[in-house]
T-cell receptor, first 114, second 108 residues
């Protein structure tokens, strides 16, 4: 089974801090994704990566950056955390066809910015 | 108008009831995904379909391409089916758009 592991289930940070969320997958998937999930808004794509060092902005990339130095690891960075970034963050991975292949999700990180 | 809509938003059912969750979309699609999210956050892929119907245990997913509509049915519902069910549309422009989810609670 595919395993997608996110480094923290819960995280509390202060405004202005630089925050790193880490995600690791063990199935050699080319695609990796970062989403945020807010009540009533569903899953919204922040960034997508289709290969090492390759990335593509999603629907809401403002205030975020990503890093993919190794195929199995995809990091989401909040450069200067703000309270409106309090949310559930979910990482996912998939085979190359991101539309016709299922995405495999991690358990999520519930991030609170105080 | 959102590109992917789900109804109902919330649903409470008695154990054993037949449940239907609906997904409608306004974009051209290549595939449609149904996901399940249990309390605590983890999301599991249930189905991917591009036509017709798929069945897995007590779960059935159908899609009508002409009407731009999909349904997820749960037969003989059980409290362990309580979760958020999310519809995701794999669009013809190489992007997946997710609906807001339907929160299901099955009461014993």
């Amino acid at each position: 089974d595919v395993k997608v592991t996110q480094s923290s289930r819960y995280l509390v940070k202060r405004t202005g801090e630089k925050v790193f969320l880490e995600c690791v997958q063990d199935m050699d998937h080319e695609n990796m994704f970062w989403y945020r999930q807010d009540p009533g808004l569903g899953l919204r794509l922040i960034y997508f990566s289709y290969d090492v060092k390759m990335k593509e902005k999603g629907d809401i990339p403002e205030g975020y950056s990503v890093s993919r130095e190794k195929k199995e690891r995809f990091s989401l960075i909040l450069e200067s955390a703000s309270t409106n970034q309090t949310s559930m963050y979910l990482c996912a991975s998939s085979l190359p066809d991101r539309v016709r292949q299922p995405q495999h999700f991690g358990d999520g990180t519930r991030l609170s910015i105080l | 108008k959102n590109e992917v809509e789900q109804s109902p938003q919330n649903l409470t059912a008695q154990e054993g009831e037949f449940i239907t969750i609906n997904c409608s979309y306004s974009v051209g699609i290549s595939a449609l995904h149904w996901l399940q999210q249990h309390p605590g956050g983890g999301i599991v892929s249930l189905f991917m379909l591009s036509s017709g119907k798929k069945k897995h245990g007590r779960l059935i997913a159908t899609i009508n391409i002409q009407e731009k509509h999909s349904s997820l049915h749960i037969t003989a519902s059980h409290p362990r089916d309580s979760a958020v069910y999310i519809c995701g549309v794999g669009t013809s422009y190489d992007k997946v758009i997710f609906g807001p989810g339907t929160s299901l609670s099955v009461i014993p």
